[in-house]
């Protein structure tokens, strides 16, 4: 049985994220290099497309060639990322029970599923941020129909209406603690469905299924898990900082317009970045869906006899990753002729 299934301690599964980081460093950075790399070559295109329209003086163009260029982008660096997030929990489920994993097989695995696993994880977005989302426009809107009238983005201040400033000021305000709940609303939500994606890749069941199943697998253990998310954001933060330091430097340098050089380092840079930190956001929750699985349901006693033959699971087996047979095949049953057939 593998040792690792026994209820772990937050200090525990965070040692054994680490050892399994260390140990898998090349298959898992290599999973998360597929977003960090399509994210790379949108960013370089991108570059390239601005250095071309100012080179034929188009500036003017930049703007649309910015927006149709996100409007682009963005669908399919959420394809990426589905890809890679979906694909480290198959390889660190894979590695946590002891079977082979290779780079792939994690994404073979789960490219027959890969809509289902977009539709989850788009569902969650929806449900945790869209009251922030709400908030935001809502006060987008206010501004833009209450400010303008009142003069109150006039440069000139004279042209400002004082009550109406004061009026925006407290809206504001209101706004600001709508936002401060939609933000621990999201948290708290986050918290119930952050076992979704492993539930779902692991168990394969269906997106509303796995969202049930978070909900009850993560119940009594959200506060450990808030502080994992919490040190992943930490160490996230503390990379970006460490890593683009010197491009902030230098944009404040040069009036904030990098030359065409420093901007594609800087996206080298934060390819390494990406690559680095994706993997440890997915192997952590992958680790804590094991972890309730074994404190709830006695998974760790599961696995053992069913490794053993001795009971057949009680759901869909985890897939296993593709592994080389040495053993001869066995001969097919040689046909029986009608006339070789007893009477």
């Not at 945790?128 to 440069?155: E, M, N």
């Not at 006899?305 to 001795?310: Q, R, S």
Request: glycine share 8%; proline share 6%; charged share 15%.
């Amino acid at each position: 049985m593998e040792t690792h299934l026994r209820p772990l301690t937050l200090g525990e599964i965070l040692d054994r994220t680490a050892q399994l980081y260390r140990s898998h460093f090349l298959l898992l950075a290599g999973i998360a290099s597929v977003y960090a790399g399509v994210l790379l070559l949108f960013s370089l295109l991108q570059i390239g497309a601005q250095e071309l329209l100012r080179a034929n003086h188009m500036s003017k163009e930049l703007v649309w060639v910015t927006v149709g260029s996100a409007l682009l982008m963005v669908p399919i660096l959420l394809i990426a990322a589905g890809l890679a997030v979906a694909a480290n929990n198959r390889a660190v489920s894979w590695i946590h029970l002891g079977e082979l994993a290779t780079i792939r097989a994690s994404y073979r695995s789960i490219l027959p599923r890969l809509g289902r696993y977009l539709w989850l994880m788009t569902m969650t977005a929806f449900i945790v941020w869209i009251p922030i989302g709400l908030v935001y426009a809502g006060f987008i809107v206010f501004a833009v129909l209450y400010g303008r009238p009142h003069g109150l983005f006039a440069q000139n201040a004279a042209q400002r209406d004082p009550q109406a400033l004061i009026v925006f000021g407290l809206v504001a305000v209101g706004f600001g603690v709508l936002a401060l709940a939609a933000f621990v609303y999201a948290v708290l939500m986050g918290l119930r469905y952050s076992l979704a994606v492993p539930a779902c890749v692991i168990e394969d069941i269906k997106a509303r299924q796995a969202l049930r199943r978070s909900v009850e697998l993560s119940r009594g253990s959200r506060g450990r898990i808030f502080l994992l998310g919490l040190l992943v954001v930490a160490i996230q933060t503390g990379l970006v900082i460490i890593t683009q330091l010197f491009f902030l430097v230098a944009t404040f340098r040069h009036h904030g317009a990098l030359p065409a050089g420093i901007r594609v380092l800087q996206q080298l840079v934060a390819f390494c970045t990406n690559t680095f930190v994706g993997p440890i956001y997915a192997t952590g929750f992958t680790l804590f869906y094991y972890d309730q699985r074994v404190r709830k349901e006695g998974f760790d006693i599961e696995w053992m006899m069913h490794t053993a033959g001795l009971n057949p699971p009680t759901e869909p087996p985890i897939e296993s990753a593709p592994q080389p047979s040495l053993a001869t095949p066995p001969l097919s049953p040689t046909p029986i002729s009608p006339e070789d057939r007893p009477a």
